[in-house]
């Protein structure tokens, strides 16, 4: 099965624009840089905000199920991507790869 490792590589804050548009928020991301995560099935980890997973997840899906170049040819790692989450204010960007195959993929064919 393989398993797909998700870091946290940058966090941005556009305060600026939070400041003309959002009403405030009590609880900011909580995600810091550097943080991991590891997916084997394609359930939302613990921890991760359920707007970045949304996000994050058909790329997660891709990659698991063998899915390779998704970017075709962008990425240097042919089994991985780059993706943010759609939070305006607050993107977060993530480096989802393949971390691990053993004999079975996650997916069914």
């Known amino acids: 099965m393989r398993e797909c490792k998700i870091t946290v590589m940058k966090k941005a804050n556009y305060t600026d624009l939070s400041e003309k548009y959002e009403n405030r928020l ?3 991301c909580s995600l810091q840089e550097g943080q ?3 997916v084997d099935q394609l359930i939302q980890p613990e921890g ?3 707007s970045a997973w949304q996000t994050l997840y058909p790329f997660v899906m891709t990659l698991l199920c ?4 998704i ?3 962008w990425m240097k790692n042919s089994q991985s ?3 943010s989450c759609n939070d305006g204010f607050r993107p977060v960007s993530f480096y989802i790869e393949v971390i691990e195959n053993k004999e079975q993929s996650g997916c069914e064919q």
């Not at 063998?66 to 170049?69: F, K, S, T």
């Open 26 to 28: 009590t609880l900011p």
């Open 36 to 38: 991991v995560f590891v």
């Open 48 to 50: 991760m905000c359920e």
């Open 66 to 69: 063998g899915g390779q170049n």
């Open 71 to 73: 970017y075709d040819g």
């Open 81 to 83: 991507a780059m993706v």
